[in-house]
């Protein structure tokens, strides 16, 4: 199977389309490129139970966050704050930038 291209990237602020899941906004914590899925903050949260060991010496019941597929998701625009898809910019000299299908606006991801 060909590698799926993501336009997505971390610390990217984006809403879940489909899914128990859906309408929800949140940030993108972790994009796994080979498997095509994306893991966004406090979204698609499930419990794990835990044994004891290094990281969590209590063991027990662990709530985090599932991945969900890229296909799922869309970014927010912030200028127009809406769903958007993303087109890429070239500019003369080279550079690439993602920007808004909608009002053209240039997207960053966001520096935490």
Do not use: F, W
């Amino acid at each position: 199977m060909a590698e799926p291209t993501l336009h997505i990237r971390k610390n990217d602020i984006v809403r879940v389309m489909v899914g128990r899941e859906k309408g929800k906004v949140g940030r993108v914590l972790k994009v796994d490129r080979d498997a095509g899925r994306v893991i966004v903050e406090k979204i698609n949260m499930v419990k794990r139970h835990a044994k004891p060991g290094k990281t969590n010496p209590q063991g027990g019941i662990i709530e985090k966050e599932a991945p969900l597929s890229y296909s799922n998701i869309m970014i927010m625009c912030d200028k127009c704050n809406r769903p958007t898809r993303i087109t890429m910019l070239v500019e003369d000299s080279g550079e690439k930038h993602r920007t808004c299908k909608r009002c053209g606006d240039v997207l960053e991801a966001k520096k935490k």
